[in-house]
């Protein structure tokens, strides 16, 4: 057994809230000078950095983790993380078709770009990522499950599309057993569900200023068993 640190949602520049200088680079290397095990990569609606983000942190000996942050049709912010890079491209892929096909304004809201390993610009996603999909909180929970994910309600302790503030309570379905905090005082809204503390960094000085720890059943450090033993216990919601 092992206890790491975690942070389970950062945004890289793909996200247009996302300061330029997150890079999939920078994110790795400020999360090694924060002394943080794992880390996930969750851009607003896009896993198109995910890949880099794996580069980079293999560099620093991190174990990464690819995901997103789903804009659900109640504007809800639903965490979504995944085992494996393939599911949550394949997953991203499918999300694509649900998307607003509203163009960014980059002027307004700032560049989407999509990066490499070594930080540099292969492509932009043109549409604005933040916008709601066409998913319901049901159906994009279930759909999250067709590519063996794991999601929960993302920052419940905040205004801004957070499942709270949109619905006023949790509701029955889909039974949610986790639920994401920035502040780790606020374990009461969570009722008594498993919680995790994530910064929902935007910037590289965020990265580290809120973050979680969890014993593992594993004393290996390889990354895919790493990531098996996390994804074992967020599944039975025991952190």
């Known amino acids: 057994m092992r206890t790491v640190a975690y942070d389970l949602h950062l945004h890289s520049c793909l996200s247009p809230c996302g300061d330029m200088d997150m890079t999939p680079c920078n994110i790795a290397g400020m ?27 293999e560099e620093y000996g991190i174990v990464p983790i690819a995901g997103m942050e789903l804009t659900t049709a109640e504007d809800i912010h639903l965490l979504c993380i995944f085992e ?15 998307r607003m096909k509203i163009k960014n304004r980059v002027e307004i809201f700032g560049e989407q770009p999509i990066l490499n390993e070594r930080d540099e610009k292969i492509g932009d ?19 999250v499950k067709e590519f063996d994910g794991v999601c929960w309600p993302a920052h419940i302790d905040r205004d801004a599309n957070g499942l709270l503030a949109v619905l006023g309570a949790f509701p029955p379905e ?55 033993a996390l994804f074992k216990k967020l599944r039975e919601g025991t952190l």
């Open 31 to 57: 999360a090694h000078l924060s002394e943080l095990d794992i880390v996930a990569l969750t851009d607003h609606n896009a896993v198109d950095n995910c890949p880099a983000f794996f580069a980079a942190c």
């Open 84 to 98: 494996t890079l393939k599911s949550a491209l394949a997953f991203g892929e499918t999300v694509k078709g649900h």
């Open 125 to 143: 996603d043109p549409y604005f990522l933040p916008a709601a999909t066409d998913l319901d909180l049901g159906t994009a929970v279930e759909l």
């Open 174 to 228: 889909p039974g949610f057993r986790i639920a994401e905090l920035r502040d780790a005082e606020n374990a009461h809204l969570a009722e008594g569900r498993t919680v995790v503390v994530c910064s929902d960094a935007h910037r590289l000085w965020e990265i580290g200023e809120a973050h979680g720890t969890m014993t593992l059943d594993t004393d290996e450090t390889a990354p895919d068993a790493v990531r098996h």
